[in-house]
């Protein structure tokens, strides 16, 4: 499989625990993304890399949460003393800006569902 | 102000019929993209279909067609031969500024598509 991958693909926690998600993008992409997704909404941005660099946050991202892409491959996503309200899908997506795809459409994977009781 | 409205929280449609999936934007900026993703209940986002601001025909991909109207701020999804795996949730979402500084994208609320046999 050459899509996105996330790991893991649920997890239950409890109230104050450290979270971290992995996302391994399609190899060629040099762009990453993560978004949060709750019940019945859209996907919101989060943070996006463009190789190792992390180039744009959103506000949503309160300083409980750190996002690295080391080498440029593979990045984590990192939720500290996780609140209940952290309760979501976490999306990672991957992009490359080509001929192919003038657009840069994302890529998506399956997500990580993050339940905070 | 909603950058991206979706006002049909959910559609029916009969099985080969088309069918129109509405969305509106908000932007000044004059560079922007327009792309829409279904969201079957296995979770994962698949990319449908892109337009960009400055192009001069409506996208289509297949079974999917984008009816862009600029001046009225709308990126409507039409949907041909409507299949029973269609049914899902689409969301329509936006890109403001050039796709080289990264594709940061705003998501509408979603319309779900129900296909009846």
């Known amino acids: 499989d050459t899509g996105v991958s996330q790991d893991p693909r649920h997890k239950i926690t409890k109230r104050g625990q450290n979270v971290t998600f992995r996302c391994d993008p399609i190899s060629e992409h040099n762009r990453l993304y993560w978004y949060r997704q709750t019940l019945g909404q859209g996907p919101e941005f989060l943070t996006y890399?463009?190789?190792?660099?992390?180039?744009?946050k959103s506000r949503l991202l309160s300083d409980r949460f750190s996002a690295e892409r080391p080498k440029g491959s593979f990045s984590t996503l990192e939720i500290q003393r996780t609140e209940q309200g952290d309760s979501a899908m976490y999306l990672c997506?991957?992009?490359?800006?080509?001929?192919?795809?003038?657009?840069?459409?994302?890529?998506f994977g399956e997500g990580s569902r993050l339940t905070v009781l | 102000a909603q950058k991206i409205t979706q006002t049909q929280p959910g559609m029916f449609v009969q099985e080969k019929e088309a069918v129109t999936l509405d969305c509106t934007y908000d932007t000044s900026d004059p560079s922007y993209g327009l792309f829409w993703y279904k969201q079957p209940s296995s979770g994962e986002m698949i990319f449908l279909i892109y337009q960009g601001s400055y192009d001069q025909q409506n996208a289509t991909e297949g079974r999917y067609s984008l009816n862009f109207q600029k001046a009225r701020k709308s990126a409507n999804l039409v949907i041909s031969a409507s299949q029973l795996g269609d049914s899902a949730m689409y969301f329509c979402?936006?890109?403001?500024?050039?796709?080289?500084?990264?594709?940061?994208?705003?998501f509408g609320g979603g319309t779900r598509l129900m296909v009846k046999p």
């Open positions: 890399f463009q190789n190792e660099a992390q180039l744009e």
């Open positions: 979402a936006m890109r403001e500024g050039r796709v080289n500084a990264g594709n940061m994208l705003t």
């Open positions: 997506a991957s992009s490359s800006w080509t001929s192919g795809s003038p657009g840069g459409e994302l890529f």
